[in-house]
T-cell receptor, first 118, second 113 residues
Framework: AQTVTQSQPEMSVQEAETVTLSCTYDTSESDYYLFWYKQPPSRQMILVIRQEAYKQQNATENRFSVNFQKAAKSFSLKISDSQLGDAAMYFCAYRRVLSNFGNEKLTFGTGTRLTIIP | DGGITQSPKYLFRKEGQNVTLSCEQNLNHDAMYWYRQDPGQGLRLIYYSQIVNDFQKGDIAEGYSVSREKKESFPLTVTSAQKNPTAFYLC????????????FGNGTRLTVT
């Protein structure tokens, strides 16, 4: 079974600084997708960024970027120029690709709570 | 606007009672999911459905039941057999394909006393 590990239960960063959240996963599959979701205090889950395993290039969405190391099974999230609105729980998630390209479930990590220090 | 509606936001029940959480989507998504969120444990999959009239157990299905009679609706029943039902429950749906993200509802906080 696939597992996703987030080893940092809590992180904090000064406003305007950069922070990196770690995520590792365990899989025997070669084709899969990885996601980062944000859950602010409202508890609404919001997609931050996604990465396709067969793509070498790291995904970027504005201030959010990933460092995807397929061989190491690592998928870290970098937040640049941290803002107060970035304070949230961040979840890493994994989804394998089914042979019929069906809707496979997402497996989530336990989350990292990010605090932004003004 | 399209989206996923979970109701109610807060739900209180006495131990031994079954309770049904509602999840409705107007996104025309085929697949729908129920996750449970507990502090320090992330999101754990209870049940999911890829098409109408079909559903599969997730990792923690014991004590729960679902139905998928309509594409738009995927209600979750928490039965009295669920030993620790107090939690935050999230419903999600996806359009299709492995790169499609899950769209989530706002969740239901269930408290059983």
């Amino acid at each position: 079974a696939q597992t996703v590990t987030q080893s940092q239960p809590e992180m904090s960063v000064q406003e305007a600084e950069t922070v990196t959240l770690s995520c590792t996963y365990d899989t025997s599959e070669s084709d899969y997708y990885l996601f980062w979701y944000k859950q602010p205090p409202s508890r609404q889950m919001i997609l931050v960024i996604r990465q396709e395993a067969y793509k070498q290039q790291n995904a970027t969405e504005n201030r959010f970027s990933v460092n995807f190391q397929k061989a190491a099974k690592s998928f870290s999230l970098k937040i640049s120029d941290s803002q107060l609105g970035d304070a949230a729980m961040y979840f890493c998630a994994y989804r394998r690709v089914l042979s019929n390209f069906g809707n496979e479930k997402l497996t989530f990590g336990t989350g990292t709570r990010l605090t932004i220090i003004p | 606007d399209g989206g996923i509606t979970q109701s109610p936001k807060y739900l209180f029940r006495k131990e031994g009672q079954n309770v049904t959480l509602s999840c409705e989507q107007n996104l025309n998504h085929d697949a729908m999911y129920w996750y449970r969120q507990d502090p320090g444990q992330g999101l754990r999959l209870i049940y999911y459905s890829q098409i109408v009239n079909d559903f599969q157990k997730g990792d923690i299905a014991e004590g729960y039941s679902v139905s998928r009679e309509k594409k738009e609706s995927f209600p979750l029943t928490v039965t009295s057999a669920q030993k620790n039902p107090t939690a935050f429950y999230l419903c999600a749906s996806t359009r299709g394909g492995p790169n499609s993200p899950l769209h989530f509802g706002n969740g239901t906080r269930l408290t059983v006393t």
